[in-house]
C-alpha cells in the first residue's frame, strides 16, 4: 500500500497490480483431492509508471515467474485485479483480451526452448502480425526486417532457422517477436540469465536503448541483483510470494532495510578480491510454499527475529521519511 | 620447511611403484594435513606445485571439422590454493578440466599433446586402471548440476560409502563412519538419518554439500569443480563459497575452479586463467589480475559486468564467442577486439608474454592497455 500523496498521477500508471493471488491446488490420491494450495503469489501489489522499470527480484520459487505471467493472464489469477490502462485485465472478454495483448508482450528466459525449432525467424517474428492481421505480403516482409535491424541482427537472417544461431542472437529474436506489435509494456522474464557475461551486456543495453526509443515499460524479472539494480527505476524484493520490500534502485542497494534484503545483498559475491564484505547469512533454507511460515514468512531465517514476527503478519508499509520505500518489517513498524 | 622435502620423496616412491596401498596412502595423507606448509609457501617453488598442465591440446574430431577445444594450454595449480579458469561457453575449460581427469570421450576427442603432472608423474601416461584409483583418491570433482550427477535410485549414504569402500578399502562400518563425519564436516544437519535420504529429498544447496562431501571423502589433494555454484540461488552459492573456503583451511585441497562468474572468482580464487577460444588469454594473481587486467577480453568481462555501484550502459564486447570449429586466425580475439590493428592481429597468433611477476597476456597491444588505464581511458567506448 502506497501513501496517497506519493501515488503518481494517474494518467502516468501504465499497470496496477492490486493484491494479486495465485494459488496452485495440490491434489493426492487416487482421487485427486486437493490437499493444499501452494501459494505461489500471495497478494502482491504495486503500480508501474509509463516509461518506467520495475525490477522483480527473487531467489528461485518466491513467485516472481508466476506474477509475471498472471498479470498478462497467462496463468489464471486466484484473486485480485491487474489494472492496464483503466481496465481490468482479469474481467476482460476473451475477444477483447487478444487485442489488449497487442500491447502486453513477454521475453522468456530460455532462448533455446522459447523459439519454434521448425519455423524461420521471419516466420517467428512475423507470426503476432499475422495473427493480429496487421500486415501481410510485402509489408510483413519489410516489418519484419526492420524488427531485425532494429534488434541488431541483419535482415537476410529471416530465412534461417533458431538453430542457426547463439544464445545472445536467439534472445534478440525473442525481443524483436515481442516487439512485433508495438507493445507498451514488456514482462522481461529473467532475459539475460542463461548468457555468457559479453552477450548479457549486450541484451541489457538493447533493451534499455528500446527502452529509450519506443518508450517502453518494463517489468524486468530476475533472480541476480546486480543485473536488476542495473537496468531497473524501481525494485521490488519478493518472498515466498510477498513483495517484502520495494523501493527506487539506487536508494534500496544504498539503505536496504528489511532483513531478507540485506542477506539477499550480502550475498552478492564481492566486486574485488580484496574488498571487506560482511555476510548475512539467513539460516537455513528457504521453506516450501505450501506451508509457509506463520506470521511474516521469512520469521524462521532472520537474525532479527521477535516475539511479535511468528504471531502477526508485518504490512507493507512506507518508512518514516522515505514514501517511496516500503517494506514489511516489524522493525521498521 | 619440513613437508616439502620429505613430500615430494614419499610421493615420488608411492608414484614410482604405481600402487596406491593402505600403507602408501597414510604416509601420503600424514603430510598434507600437517598444513603449515601451505600457508608459508612460497608459490615459486616448484615443491608447492600439486599438479601442472603443461602444452595441454584436446581436439574433437567431428563430422563437421576438427573442433580445437583447447589449444596448448599450460598452468600449474599449488598447494592449498585455488586456481580459477575463467571464461565463457565454448573456452575450453570444462574440457581442460575432463582432460586432466582423462575423461574426455574417446571418439570423438583426444588429447593430442601435452602432460598433467601429479608429482612426477604424467597422468597422460597411466595406465588406465592406474588412472582409476588417481580419481577420486588424489584428483576428484564437483559438478554444476548436483541432480544429475547423483544417482536418483541410491540413497546418498549408499553412494558415498560405495566411494568409499571401493578407493579406501575399508569395511562398510568404517565406511559408513567416515560417510557420516564428512557429511557433517560439510554442514549437513543430523547426517546419520540424512544418509538413508534420495538425492530428491533434499534441496539444491543440500545437494550440492553431499556433491561436495563425495568429492572429499577419500581426502583428495586436489578437487575440480566446474561452476559448483551456478545452479544455486545467491543465499544458497554464498553459503557454498564459504564452506569450499573453510574446508580448504581445513584439510588443505587445492581447488581448481572453473567458472564464467568473476564474483566467485573475486570470492575464493588466488590465481586466475583467463580462456578465450581453448586458450589461456591472462593469467595473473587474482589482485593483480583485477587490478591491473592487460588483456581486452580480460578487460571487457569486467567491463560488462553489471555492478551496484557503477550504472549506465554497459561496455558490451561486440560480436559472439567464435565456434571452436572455427577460430579466427592470428589472435583469436580479433574480430571482437576494440584495439585489433587488422593486420599483425588478424596474421600472427600473439605469444603468452610476462609482464609483471607472474602476470602473462596473449596480447600484442597488451602494453598499450596498461599506459591507458594510467590515463584513465578504456579501450572500450
Same mark, same amino acid.
Given at each position: 500500500?502506497?501513501?496517497?500523496?506519493?501515488?503518481?498521477?494517474?494518467?502516468?500508471?501504465?499497470?496496477?497490480?492490486?493484491?494479486?493471488?495465485?494459488?496452485?491446488?495440490?491434489?493426492?490420491?487416487?482421487?485427486?483431492?486437493?490437499?493444499?494450495?501452494?501459494?505461489?503469489?500471495?497478494?502482491?501489489?504495486?503500480?508501474?509508471?509509463?516509461?518506467?522499470?520495475?525490477?522483480?527480484?527473487?531467489?528461485?520459487?518466491?513467485?516472481?515467474?508466476?506474477?509475471?505471467?498472471?498479470?498478462?493472464?497467462?496463468?489464471?489469477?486466484?484473486?485480485?485485479?491487474?489494472?492496464?490502462?483503466?481496465?481490468?485485465?482479469?474481467?476482460?472478454?476473451?475477444?477483447?483480451?487478444?487485442?489488449?495483448?497487442?500491447?502486453?508482450?513477454?521475453?522468456?528466459?530460455?532462448?533455446?526452448?522459447?523459439?519454434?525449432?521448425?519455423?524461420?525467424?521471419?516466420?517467428?517474428?512475423?507470426?503476432?502480425?499475422?495473427?493480429?492481421?496487421?500486415?501481410?505480403?510485402?509489408?510483413?516482409?519489410?516489418?519484419?526486417?526492420?524488427?531485425?535491424?532494429?534488434?541488431?541482427?541483419?535482415?537476410?537472417?529471416?530465412?534461417?532457422?533458431?538453430?542457426?544461431?547463439?544464445?545472445?542472437?536467439?534472445?534478440?529474436?525473442?525481443?524483436?517477436?515481442?516487439?512485433?506489435?508495438?507493445?507498451?509494456?514488456?514482462?522481461?522474464?529473467?532475459?539475460?540469465?542463461?548468457?555468457?557475461?559479453?552477450?548479457?551486456?549486450?541484451?541489457?543495453?538493447?533493451?534499455?536503448?528500446?527502452?529509450?526509443?519506443?518508450?517502453?515499460?518494463?517489468?524486468?524479472?530476475?533472480?541476480?541483483?546486480?543485473?536488476?539494480?542495473?537496468?531497473?527505476?524501481?525494485?521490488?524484493?519478493?518472498?515466498?510470494?510477498?513483495?517484502?520490500?520495494?523501493?527506487?534502485?539506487?536508494?534500496?542497494?544504498?539503505?536496504?532495510?528489511?532483513?531478507?534484503?540485506?542477506?539477499?545483498?550480502?550475498?552478492?559475491?564481492?566486486?574485488?578480491?580484496?574488498?571487506?564484505?560482511?555476510?548475512?547469512?539467513?539460516?537455513?533454507?528457504?521453506?516450501?510454499?505450501?506451508?509457509?511460515?506463520?506470521?511474516?514468512?521469512?520469521?524462521?531465517?532472520?537474525?532479527?527475529?521477535?516475539?511479535?514476527?511468528?504471531?502477526?503478519?508485518?504490512?507493507?508499509?512506507?518508512?518514516?521519511?522515505?514514501?517511496?520505500?516500503?517494506?514489511?518489517?516489524?522493525?521498521?513498524? | 620447511? &619440513? $613437508? %616439502? !622435502? #620429505? @613430500? /615430494? +620423496?614419499?610421493?615420488?616412491?608411492?608414484?614410482?611403484?604405481?600402487?596406491?596401498?593402505?600403507?602408501? *596412502?597414510?604416509? &601420503? $595423507? %600424514? !603430510? #598434507? @594435513? /600437517? +598444513?603449515?606448509?601451505?600457508?608459508?609457501?612460497?608459490?615459486?617453488?616448484?615443491?608447492?606445485?600439486? *599438479?601442472?598442465?603443461?602444452?595441454?591440446?584436446?581436439?574433437?574430431?567431428?563430422?563437421?571439422?576438427?573442433?580445437?577445444?583447447?589449444?596448448?594450454?599450460?598452468?600449474?595449480?599449488?598447494?592449498?590454493?585455488?586456481?580459477?579458469?575463467?571464461?565463457?561457453?565454448?573456452?575450453?575449460?570444462?574440457?581442460?578440466?575432463?582432460?586432466?581427469?582423462?575423461?574426455?570421450?574417446?571418439?570423438?576427442?583426444?588429447?593430442?599433446?601435452?602432460?598433467?603432472?601429479?608429482?612426477?608423474?604424467?597422468?597422460?601416461?597411466?595406465?588406465?586402471?592406474?588412472?582409476?584409483?588417481?580419481?577420486?583418491?588424489?584428483?576428484?570433482?564437483?559438478?554444476?548440476?548436483?541432480?544429475?550427477?547423483?544417482?536418483?535410485?541410491?540413497?546418498?549414504?549408499?553412494?558415498?560409502?560405495?566411494?568409499?569402500?571401493?578407493?579406501?578399502?575399508?569395511?562398510?562400518?568404517?565406511?559408513?563412519?567416515?560417510?557420516?563425519?564428512?557429511?557433517?564436516?560439510?554442514?549437513?544437519?543430523?547426517?546419520?538419518?540424512?544418509?538413508?535420504?534420495?538425492?530428491?529429498?533434499?534441496?539444491?544447496?543440500?545437494?550440492?554439500?553431499?556433491?561436495?562431501?563425495?568429492?572429499?571423502?577419500?581426502?583428495?589433494?586436489?578437487?575440480?569443480?566446474?561452476?559448483?555454484?551456478?545452479?544455486?540461488?545467491?543465499?544458497?552459492?554464498?553459503?557454498?563459497?564459504?564452506?569450499?573456503?573453510?574446508?580448504?583451511?581445513?584439510?588443505?585441497?587445492?581447488?581448481?575452479?572453473?567458472?564464467?562468474?568473476?564474483?566467485?572468482?573475486?570470492?575464493?580464487?588466488?590465481?586466475?586463467?583467463?580462456?578465450?577460444?581453448?586458450?589461456?588469454?591472462?593469467?595473473?594473481?587474482?589482485?593483480?589480475?583485477?587490478?591491473?587486467?592487460?588483456?581486452?577480453?580480460?578487460?571487457?568481462?569486467?567491463?560488462?559486468?553489471?555492478?551496484?555501484?557503477?550504472?549506465?550502459?554497459?561496455?558490451?564486447?561486440?560480436?559472439?564467442?567464435?565456434?571452436?570449429?572455427?577460430?579466427?586466425?592470428?589472435?583469436?580475439?580479433?574480430?571482437?577486439?576494440?584495439?585489433?590493428?587488422?593486420?599483425?592481429?588478424?596474421?600472427?597468433?600473439?605469444?603468452?608474454?610476462?609482464?609483471?611477476?607472474?602476470?602473462?597476456?596473449?596480447?600484442?597491444?597488451?602494453?598499450?592497455?596498461?599506459?591507458?588505464?594510467?590515463?584513465?581511458?578504456?579501450?572500450?567506448?
Amino acid at each position: 500500500m502506497i501513501a496517497p500523496e506519493t501515488r503518481p498521477k494517474l494518467d502516468d500508471v501504465l499497470l496496477q497490480v492490486q493484491d494479486l493471488k495465485t494459488h496452485f491446488p495440490v491434489k493426492r490420491g487416487l482421487l485427486g483431492r486437493t490437499v493444499g494450495h501452494v501459494k505461489a503469489v500471495d497478494g502482491v501489489s504495486f503500480t508501474l509508471r509509463r516509461g518506467r522499470t520495475l525490477g522483480l527480484v527473487g531467489e528461485s520459487g518466491c513467485g516472481k515467474t508466476t506474477a509475471g505471467r498472471t498479470i498478462l493472464r497467462l496463468i489464471p489469477a486466484t484473486d485480485g485485479a491487474v489494472v492496464f490502462e483503466g481496465r481490468n485485465v482479469f474481467d476482460v472478454p476473451p475477444a477483447a483480451l487478444r487485442q489488449m495483448r497487442r500491447h502486453m508482450q513477454i521475453i522468456f528466459q530460455d532462448p533455446y526452448g522459447s523459439l519454434n525449432p521448425r519455423m524461420t525467424v521471419g516466420g517467428i517474428i512475423g507470426e503476432p502480425l499475422r495473427v493480429h492481421g496487421v500486415a501481410r505480403g510485402r509489408e510483413l516482409e519489410d516489418r519484419v526486417a526492420g524488427l531485425l535491424e532494429h534488434v541488431g541482427l541483419a535482415s537476410a537472417y529471416r530465412n534461417r532457422y533458431p538453430h542457426e544461431f547463439s544464445g545472445g542472437q536467439r534472445q534478440r529474436i525473442g525481443i524483436a517477436r515481442a516487439l512485433a506489435l508495438d507493445p507498451k509494456f514488456i514482462v522481461c522474464d529473467e532475459p539475460v540469465s542463461a548468457l555468457d557475461v559479453s552477450i548479457q551486456a549486450q541484451i541489457l543495453n538493447l533493451l534499455e536503448g528500446l527502452q529509450g526509443e519506443l518508450g517502453l515499460t518494463y517489468l524486468f524479472i530476475a533472480h541476480d541483483l546486480a543485473v536488476v539494480s542495473h537496468i531497473s527505476d524501481d525494485v521490488a524484493v519478493m518472498y515466498l510470494g510477498r513483495i517484502v520490500e520495494q523501493s527506487p534502485a539506487a536508494r534500496l542497494y544504498a539503505n536496504p532495510l528489511h532483513p531478507y534484503t540485506k542477506c539477499l545483498m550480502s550475498a552478492i559475491p564481492r566486486a574485488r578480491p580484496a574488498q571487506a564484505k560482511q555476510r548475512i547469512v539467513p539460516r537455513g533454507e528457504v521453506p516450501s510454499a505450501l506451508n509457509p511460515p506463520s506470521g511474516c514468512p521469512f520469521h524462521p531465517r532472520c537474525p532479527w527475529a521477535f516475539e511479535r514476527c511468528p504471531v502477526e503478519a508485518p504490512l507493507l508499509l512506507p518508512v518514516k521519511d522515505e514514501p517511496d520505500h516500503v517494506v514489511s518489517c516489524h522493525l521498521y513498524h | 620447511m &619440513f $613437508s %616439502r !622435502g #620429505r @613430500y /615430494g +620423496r614419499e610421493e615420488l616412491r608411492v608414484f614410482s611403484r604405481g600402487r596406491y596401498g593402505r600403507e602408501e *596412502l597414510r604416509v &601420503f $595423507s %600424514r !603430510g #598434507r @594435513y /600437517g +598444513r603449515d606448509h601451505c600457508k608459508e609457501a612460497r608459490l615459486t617453488q616448484s615443491a608447492d606445485i600439486l *599438479l601442472s598442465v603443461e602444452g595441454l591440446s584436446t581436439r574433437f574430431f567431428t563430422d563437421e571439422g576438427t573442433s580445437y577445444a583447447v589449444e596448448d594450454v599450460s598452468f600449474a595449480i599449488p598447494r592449498g590454493r585455488t586456481v580459477a579458469l575463467v571464461g565463457e561457453s565454448g573456452c575450453g575449460k570444462t574440457v581442460t578440466s575432463l582432460s586432466i581427469l582423462r575423461l574426455i570421450p574417446d571418439p570423438p576427442g583426444r588429447i593430442v599433446a601435452g602432460a598433467v603432472r601429479l608429482g612426477p608423474t604424467d597422468l597422460l601416461r597411466l595406465p588406465e586402471d592406474e588412472m582409476r584409483s588417481v580419481r577420486g583418491n588424489h584428483i576428484s570433482m564437483i559438478f554444476q548440476e548436483p541432480m544429475t550427477s547423483l544417482n536418483p535410485v541410491f540413497t546418498i549414504g549408499d553412494q558415498i560409502i560405495e566411494a568409499v569402500v571401493l578407493h579406501k578399502k575399508v569395511g562398510r562400518e568404517e565406511a559408513t563412519k567416515q560417510t557420516v563425519a564428512m557429511l557433517r564436516k560439510v554442514g549437513i544437519p543430523d547426517p546419520e538419518t540424512r544418509i538413508r535420504e534420495y538425492p530428491h529429498q533434499m534441496s539444491g544447496g543440500m545437494r550440492q554439500r553431499v556433491m561436495i562431501a563425495m568429492a572429499l571423502v577419500c581426502g583428495p589433494e586436489l578437487v575440480i569443480a566446474d561452476e559448483p555454484t551456478t545452479a544455486l540461488d545467491v543465499t544458497i552459492q554464498a553459503q557454498i563459497l564459504d564452506l569450499l573456503r573453510s574446508l580448504q583451511a581445513d584439510i588443505g585441497m587445492s581447488i581448481l575452479l572453473i567458472t564464467h562468474d568473476l564474483g566467485v572468482v573475486a570470492e575464493i580464487a588466488s590465481h586466475v586463467c583467463v580462456m578465450y577460444a581453448g586458450r589461456i588469454v591472462e593469467e595473473a594473481d587474482v589482485q593483480e589480475l583485477f587490478d591491473n587486467p592487460l588483456h581486452p577480453y580480460t578487460v571487457g568481462l569486467f567491463r560488462s559486468r553489471p555492478s551496484l555501484e557503477h550504472r549506465g550502459p554497459l561496455a558490451a564486447i561486440p560480436g559472439t564467442v567464435p565456434s571452436p570449429l572455427a577460430i579466427p586466425p592470428g589472435c583469436p580475439f580479433h574480430p571482437r577486439c576494440p584495439l585489433s590493428d587488422g593486420a599483425k592481429c588478424v596474421a600472427e597468433r600473439p605469444p603468452l608474454k610476462s609482464y609483471a611477476a607472474g602476470h602473462t597476456a596473449a596480447c600484442w597491444y597488451a602494453g598499450r592497455v596498461a599506459e591507458m588505464r594510467t590515463r584513465g581511458e578504456s579501450p572500450y567506448k
